[in-house]
């Protein structure tokens, strides 16, 4: 490089730089502005960074004023068609944000969302993810709405089930009292039977709090699933013959699991009785446990004849009983048939870290809890 050009090189950059340091500091003051400003102004100090070098240049480049009068023309033309062209590109920029601010403001109103197709790469990426959120709000806001829905019909099945054993055990004590029971005995087994449901109906409330408050205890032990299952086939086998049921069970020799034996044996007892409870007489209810890797998984499996594929993910929601009538067929032997077993069930084994689940299988369905072992 000869010693001009090396001349013209500096000159020309430091009036551009300075043409540039000009444009920094008009960006800084506008930059809260539209972005149409803000590309207009990049557009600008391009051809104005050339007007300056070429003024800078003007004596080293030999230019009669004519000349340099031409070329300082053709920059401003150059200008001109740059800034229109800034504001042309900027516009689309612009108007794809504000249709994205009013599909957000849209949303925010009412709840709906609708992804736009058009603009720039990040403003579809953008509307896209907002999409998304949408998506999971509504999802979210589903679940909660669902599950205010249940907390609202607990309360008031229970107090409509605690209502009528209550009813019933009034009428039987004043009937004692008067002297007008014809079979005393009758009315205290009764009053007894009566009693004990809504114990069981209580402690499962009060169980529930518990799990619920994230307070409930687990003592782990290691325990063998074979005992357990063993104990809850004898402890359901009155009521499944009752019901005609046939209640069986295979547990692989030396399953054993880390886990609390109430919790466990209440686990696989609230199971056994829903199966026992939706399985016709003839059916068959079993009961399997096996080892899968470092987990142990117990299936029990019923003859229910299916549950409804878009009921599957409620059954475990608290105060779900499968349909909004609540007929007061109260199960004597069952339980205490509020919706709770299955939300007990679900707590528990969460406490265990473990994880449960319903499949339809034919000629009913599939309750599946795994274990860490
Ligand atoms: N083994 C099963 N087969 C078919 N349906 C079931 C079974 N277990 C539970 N369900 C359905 O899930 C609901 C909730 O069960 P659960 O929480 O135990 O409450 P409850 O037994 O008090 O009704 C039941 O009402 C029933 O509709
Ligand atoms: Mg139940």
């Known amino acids: 490089m000869t010693r001009d050009q090396v001349d013209i090189v500096l000159i020309a950059a430091g009036w551009t730089a300075a043409v540039g340091a000009a444009g ?10 539209s972005l ?4 207009a102004l990049v557009a600008l100090v391009a051809v104005g960074g050339v007007i300056a070098g070429v003024i800078g240049t003007a004596d080293a480049m030999f230019l009669s004023s004519h000349d340099r009068g031409v070329v300082l023309l053709v920059c401003l033309v150059a200008g001109l068609v740059a800034v229109f062209f800034s504001f042309v590109v900027s516009s689309s ?16 109103e009412t709840g709906e969302y609708a992804a736009s197709t058009t603009g720039p790469a990040e403003l579809q990426a953008l509307s ?17 709405e669902m599950l205010e829905t249940s907390r609202r019909e607990l309360v008031a099945w229970v107090s409509h089930d605690l209502r009528s054993p209550l009813a019933g055990l009034r009428a039987m004590t004043e009937a004692l009292e008067d002297g007008m029971a014809e079979d005393p005995t ?17 402690d499962d409330l009060f169980e529930l709090s518990r799990i619920h408050a994230g307070v409930l205890q687990v003592s782990l032990q290691n325990v063998d699933l074979g005992d357990i299952v063993s104990e809850a086939i004898a402890g359901a086998d009155p009521v499944a013959r009752a019901a005609g049921v046939r209640l069986g069970g295979m547990v692989e020799p030396g399953a054993m699991v880390n886990a609390d034996p109430a919790g466990l044996s209440r686990v696989v007892a609230n199971l056994v009785t829903n199966a026992i409870r939706h399985t016709p007489t003839d059916g068959v209810v079993s009961i399997t446990g096996r080892v899968v890797e470092n987990t142990v998984e117990l299936a029990v499996t019923d003859a229910c004849g299916g549950i409804p594929d878009e009921d599957l993910h409620r059954v475990f929601d608290v105060a779900w009983r499968g349909t909004s009538a609540r007929t007061p067929e109260v199960d004597q ?3 205490t048939g509020a919706g709770l077993g299955l939300a007990i069930v679900k707590g528990i084994v969460e406490a265990h870290h473990g994880m449960v689940q319903v499949v339809n299988e034919s000629p009913g369905c599939r309750f599946l809890v795994r274990l860490p072992a």
Not at 24 to 33: K, M, Q
Not at 36 to 39: A, E, S
Not at 191 to 198: C, G, K, N, P, T
């Open 36 to 39: 149409r400003w803000l590309v």
């Open 128 to 144: 896209a993810e907002l999409a998304r959120t949408a998506e999971k709000l509504r999802d979210s806001r589903e679940r909660e």
């Open 93 to 108: 920029v612009v108007r794809g944000s504000d249709a994205l601010r009013e599909n957000a403001r849209r949303f925010g």
């Open 333 to 335: 032997q069952h339980g």
């Open 186 to 202: 009758r009315y205290h087994r009764q009053m007894r039977s009566e009693v004990d449901r809504m114990v069981r109906m209580v």
């Open 24 to 33: 920094l500091v008009v960006s800084r003051v506008i930059a809260a502005r």
